[in-house]
Each structure stands twice: as C-alpha cells, then as structure tokens.
Nanobody, 112 residues
Framework: QVQLVESGGGLVQAGGSLTLSCAASENIYNFNAIAWYRQTPGKQRELVAKINVGGRIDSVEDRFTVSRDNAANAVYLHMNRLKPEDTAVYYC?????????WGQGTQVTVSS
C-alpha cells in the first residue's frame, strides 16, 4: 500500500512563494509519475503539475514547478507569485497499475 503525505501548506500573502512536500512510503522510482492536484469546494480536482520517472516536468502554470529528491523519496511543488485564486487543498497523487493513490492534502490559503 503506497502512502503519500503532503506538508508545507499554510497562509501566504499574494505575490509570495510556498513549497509543498510530498513524502512517499517507497522508492519514487517505482512510480511512473507523481502529480500535484488541487481542489476548491464544489469543484473537481485539477492537475497542477507532474514529474515523471525520467524527470520530465509538466505544469499548467509557469509560476509552478516540480522537483524531487530521490534519496528522500519526496517530490516538491514550488509555487511562486501566488494569487488568491491559488487557494485550495493541494494533493499529491500517483498511479500504479491503474490504481490511484492520494495523500490527505494540505491547505494553501493566499490572502490578497
């Protein structure tokens, strides 16, 4: 059973930066990709960024990027120039053998 644990959320002013962490319970090389999603009340989760096993990064926001620490089995979401509309619960996700694994989420609140 893969476990993902997010951390690093909090309250930040607009224009600020925040880095979220996702700690995995096993070697992240076992995962084809690790993705970050976010969700606001009443809306579906949306993909924010992901990194695949080869290191390729895809991000829907040029203000956001992803990095990883293989030794720590961790993936990070670096968010810059934050906006109030970035306020959401951010989730870490991976898919193994067509099964999705999610962390518990971490709240990010951006004040104007």
């Amino acid at each position: 059973q893969v476990q993902l644990v997010e951390s690093g959320g909090g309250l930040v002013q607009a224009g600020g930066s925040l880095t979220l962490s996702c700690a995995a319970s096993e070697n992240i090389y076992n995962f084809n990709a690790i993705a970050w999603y976010r969700q606001t009340p009443g809306k579906q989760r949306e993909l924010v960024a992901k990194i695949n096993v080869g290191g390729r990064i895809d991000s829907v926001e040029d203000r956001f990027t992803v990095s990883r620490d293989n030794a720590a089995n961790a993936v990070y979401l670096h968010m810059n120039r934050l906006k109030p509309e970035d306020t959401a619960v951010y989730y870490c996700n991976t898919n193994i053998l067509r099964r999705n694994y999610w962390g518990q989420g971490t709240q990010v609140t951006v004040s104007s």
